[in-house]
């Protein structure tokens, strides 16, 4: 079964029949919209008319202006989903203007930034004027969605109005709006009903004829309350002794609702009542269903006399197929139906449940299930749904729903038992999810013994998967606790039972391999198992995780010294981002960074800048939390190279605070790279404070993870020997050096070993032996030249270029040690030149509007073409050109091409 | 984590106080508190909360409701 989208959610409601207009109020409603304040709030409890009011102004203000555009959206429980809040929040911006919402559904789901993001785009990309209803926004209580309408109100373009309609004030920070000037707000004060306006009602409307003085009474009774007055009106209607009703009601102490809905409940025939009562369980009624409930045909032609009469049935369409009572009423009518007929409530859900099933609503089915107590249904349909929800990635509402399922029901069920131990791993209780796991395999295992099923997970899919969820979640368990064995163990488990055709299983299970080889540095393996991953990706149509993937794979490509390879792999991936259209995916900003590394190991500046210019203009929500650190560790790197080391500490402290422990380990600590930092200025004290503080010796053990440190600890040690007065013994260094030389060959990590290399040369002419450090300088030229290793080289300063020239005159030479010497010549004055040049013109980041135009001159698309599918003049779309040639330093449409294109912005 | 746990052991007791008079119709729909209608016109809620969000569940019944609101006192525990 799928997950439809209820259309009933997204319905206008059409102006009531016998509703007294509101000319005051509407007005006011005119005015903050006209004042172009983005937000109004009408916040006031059930009954007070705000659903009608927001019509009547809705369908008003489309009168006067034809370029309006309406959203709505009512809100329920299960809304709390962020993602489902998302989906239908696109679906009602779609209605408005059919040009929105289509990119939101192409958004990695679960992603509430850029899927706001690409709404918002869209709002301002189109003609028209979009008023955004939330109705019965009380029942969100999700943070994130707060979280999301905050974001959503501070970037929103000044064509989109929010409305929020509420019971209770929304958890939006209401005070600061206030004052900030962007709210219109109407409450329980401004809505009820004056003398003037209860009497229009009860006699203008209603044609009661009531005197002032009853009007009075009245009114004073209900206090305004306009569902009260409405109650009042229907309990008369029928009445002959009004008077009689009048006082009686006025000299009760009744609750305004207990005493009238009791008086309108009488009034009703026998059938009516009954059927009421019944349906007062559903939150929406349909003919069908409400039959279903009473057991007797008719619900069709009730619902269309309640409809008529005014009784608190609301329609859902233009169809009236679908309706609600009104909230009010509805609660009325639950507690009688509690006090008189407590024992049918379960039956009446338990068959709402049913009709839901057969009618294809499966999260309605499992409401009532649930609200039935009739837990076994809840789960075999919660069971058939799980694909659905897995893939419009709606985890709130699983989690929830597991939540609420006792355990024995889930011990009968695999399916959902994998589940319930995948909801320990997202709470971050790992040792729940074994026990968990055991019980699945149990229960599988019974079945396959005895050939009965003992088990009530149906066959399909899903079932024939679980074996390799199991271990799955096992290796995840197993990798968040640092068992690298563990996790390889079942990794390579999953892997043996996945079929060939579950590609995102094959994934899971080659990721946690490849992790597991990571860890332990076996390099070669990890990226093996990493190209698995991509391939499973790729084919299971998953381009989000295949970008971020990339990444991953880099950095193990990285310390092998395969970098041609990690340069291709960022290529494919920018390709693929650029081929996703707007906004860019979520790594984008990522890949720009990663391949920045690699220009920069290359010497070419003016690219590794170029493309962290262009991740810094797509922004943080191009990025994934876990990366954001790097763009600063990279623009340290290059900060260093242009020879501003203050500027690059101040970098890496940034890195620092924005670094996430994830799932990848720690193998170049920011930490580390601050102390070489110090080395390389002589700062040793801070350097050797930080090997002390982590405990580094030149005798320790060795290990993959390590590596980086221990390297860094030679430097150290060599730093200190030349910087002392009376040098000691490079034993140790010597010694260091030789045991990771062997660890980096050993395991195929060339690009370690060519650092390794370059620094035993160091040390042997500081020992004064510059003819023997030759050698270990030669293999390194050989593994650097066809990978083209520059900075590698060209950080180690003076040392290095004296070696280098020793090198040419001894008869080593070749292209590579001439670009050497050559960038060597140049990196003196370049490096403060290319500083002061950096300054005094920042590459200013183009807007994203600035981009999206971008994009369109590098097609065939004429200007007034482009100013077309923009929605805009030809004179903005000439601003906006004058802004991107000034920004990009050119004069010709062509021109801004190039150097976009160049510069990896298009 | 699922209904079968146990509930609160203790739940805190709590009166709740209304404007307006509510028959004792009402009390299965507030979770089966006491309602007690008052000669001053205002009505008692008194009965056990099992914990927190019970309690706030219960202020949403009453604001969907719309009754004024007048107090809500947490009450020494009674063992009944």
């Known amino acids: 079964m799928a997950m439809p989208v209820l259309g009933t959610k997204l319905f206008v409601p059409p102006l009531r029949k016998r509703a007294v207009p509101r000319p005051r109020l509407v007005e006011r409603l005119h005015e903050g919209l006209s004042s172009g304040r983005r937000l109004t709030l009408i916040s006031a409890p059930a009954g007070f008319g705000k659903t009608a009011l927001v019509s009547e102004w809705i369908a008003d203000a489309q009168r006067r202006n034809s370029r309006i555009r309406v959203g709505w959206l009512s809100l329920d429980e299960s809304d709390n989903d962020p993602a489902r809040f998302l989906t239908y929040l696109g679906h009602a911006l779609h209605r408005a203007d059919p040009g929105i919402g289509r990119e939101a ?39 994130s969605i707060r979280d999301a309408l905050v974001f959503l109100l501070e970037h929103a373009p000044s064509a989109l109005h929010l409305v929020i309609v509420s019971r209770s004030d929304p958890l939006l920070p209401v005070a600061r709006l206030r004052a900030g000037g962007v709210l219109t707000e109407l409450r329980a004060a401004d809505l009820r009903f004056s003398t003037v306006e209860a009497a229009a009602f009860l006699n203008e409307m209603m044609g009661l004829g009531l005197s002032t003085a009853d009007v009075d009474a009245l009114e004073t009774r209900t206090e305004g309350w306009i569902a009260g007055l409405q109650l009042a009106a229907l309990s008369m209607q029928e009445r002959t002794d009004v008077a009689g009703f009048i006082q009686g009601f006025t000299g009760s102490n009744r609750f305004v609702i207990d005493y009238l809905a009791e008086e309108v409940l009488q009034s009703q025939n026998e059938s009516t009542r009954d059927f009421l009562l019944r349906t007062a369980v559903l939150e929406r009624l349909t003919a069908s269903l409400c039959d279903e409930l009473t057991g007797q045909p008719g619900g069709a032609a009730i619902l269309e006399s309640l409809d008529r009469d005014n009784l608190f049935v609301i329609p859902l369409d233009d169809g009236r197929r679908w309706y609600r009572y009104h909230h009010l009423f509805a609660d009325a009518l639950r507690a009688r139906l509690l006090r008189d007929r407590p024992d049918l409530v379960p039956q009446l ?105 003992t088990h009530l997970s149906l066959p399909g899919e899903e079932l024939q998967k679980l074996p390799v969820s199991i271990e799955v979640y096992r290796a995840a368990v197993a990798q968040s606790r640092g068992d690298v064995a563990g996790t390889r163990q079942h990794a390579q488990r999953a892997l043996d039972l996945t079929r060939p055709d579950d590609h995102l299983g094959r994934s899971a299970a080659a990721g946690f391999l490849g992790l597991a080889s990571w860890a332990a540095g076996d390099l070669k393996a990890g990226v093996r198992a990493f190209r698995e991953v991509q391939t499973g990706l790729r084919l299971a149509g998953n381009t989000a995780d295949l970008l971020a993937t990339t990444i991953v794979l880099a950095d193990m490509l990285i310390p092998q010294g395969r970098l041609w390879e990690a340069q291709s792999a960022f290529e494919r991936a920018l390709q693929l981002a650029a081929e996703q259209g707007d906004p860019p995916p979520q790594s984008t900003a990522d890949l720009h960074v990663g391949i920045s590394e690699l220009f920069l190991q290359r010497n070419d500046l003016p690219a590794a800048a170029a493309h962290l210019a262009a991740a810094e203009a797509l922004g943080g929500r191009a990025s ?62 801070e350097a050797e404070a930080w090997a002390d503080e982590q405990g580094l010796t030149a005798a320790d053990d060795l290990s993959y993870r390590r590596e980086f440190e221990h390297i860094t600890l030679a430097r150290l040690l060599l730093g200190t020997h030349t910087g002392a007065r009376q040098p000691g013994s490079l034993d140790d260094v010597t010694g260091l050096l030789e045991r990771l030389l062997t660890a980096a060959d050993a395991a195929g990590r060339t690009g370690s070993a060519t650092e390794i290399l370059i620094l035993q040369s160091l040390v042997h002419a500081a020992n004064g032996r510059t003819a023997q450090g030759l050698a270990p300088l030669n293999r390194a030229l050989r593994q650097a030249e066809p990978e083209g290793y520059i900075r590698l080289f060209l950080d180690e300063g003076a040392p290095l270029a004296v070696l280098l020239r020793a090198a040419a005159e001894t008869g080593v030479v070749g292209d590579h040690v001439r670009r050497l010497n050559r960038a060597f010549r140049q990196a003196d004055g370049t490096a403060g030149a290319m500083a002061a040049a950096r300054s005094d013109r920042p590459l200013t980041a183009l807007s994203e509007r600035e981009l999206h135009v971008l994009r369109l001159m590098a097609t065939e698309l004429s200007g007034p073409q482009i100013a077309g599918e923009l929605y805009v003049t030809v004179n903005t779309l000439r601003t906006h050109t004058k802004h991107i040639f000034a920004k990009l330093e050119v004069n010709s449409r062509p021109a801004a091409v190039r150097r976009a294109e160049a510069l990896g912005l298009i | 984590m699922s209904t079968s746990s146990s509930p609160s052991p203790d739940p805190g007791w709590y009166e709740i106080r209304l404007q307006g008079q509510l028959d004792s119709s009402w009390a299965e729909w507030f979770d089966g508190l006491t309602l007690t209608a008052d000669s001053d016109g205002t009505t008692t809620l008194t009965g056990p909360v099992a914990d927190q969000a019970a309690l706030h569940g219960l202020m949403r019944r009453v604001g969907d409701l719309g009754v004024p609101l007048i107090s809500v006192n947490p009450l020494r525990r009674r063992h009944s």
């Open chain 1, 105 to 143: 559904a192409n958004q990695p789901a679960g992603s509430l930034i850029p899927t706001l993001t690409a709404l918002i785009n869209a709002i301002a990309a189109g003609e028209f004027d979009i008023i955004l209803v939330l109705d019965d926004f009380q029942l969100i209580e999700d943070p």
């Open chain 1, 624 to 685: 994934t939390h876990e990366n954001r650190h790097r763009s600063y560790l990279a623009l340290a790197r290059l900060r260093e190279a242009e020879g501003q080391p203050e500027a690059a500490l101040d970098l890496l402290a940034t890195a620092e605070r924005l670094y996430l422990r994830g799932f990848f380990p720690e193998v170049r600590p920011i930490a580390a790279m601050k102390a070489r930092l110090w080395i390389s200025q002589g700062r040793l004290a």
């Open chain 1, 349 to 453: 859900h338990g068959l709402a449940s049913a009709w839901y099933e057969e009618h294809d609503l499966p999260e309605e089915a499992v409401t009532h299930a649930l609200a039935a107590a009739d837990f076994d249904r809840a789960a075999r349909v919660i069971e058939s749904i799980i694909p659905s929800i897995r893939r419009s990635r709606q985890d709130a509402t699983l989690l929830r729903w597991l939540a609420l399922l006792p355990e024995h029901v889930i011990d009968r069920r695999p399916v959902l038992g994998v589940y319930r131990a995948w909801s320990s791993i997202v709470a971050g209780d790992l040792a729940a999810v074994e026990p968990r796991l055991h019980a699945v395999e149990m229960a599988l295992a019974a079945t396959a013994a005895d050939g009965a099923n």
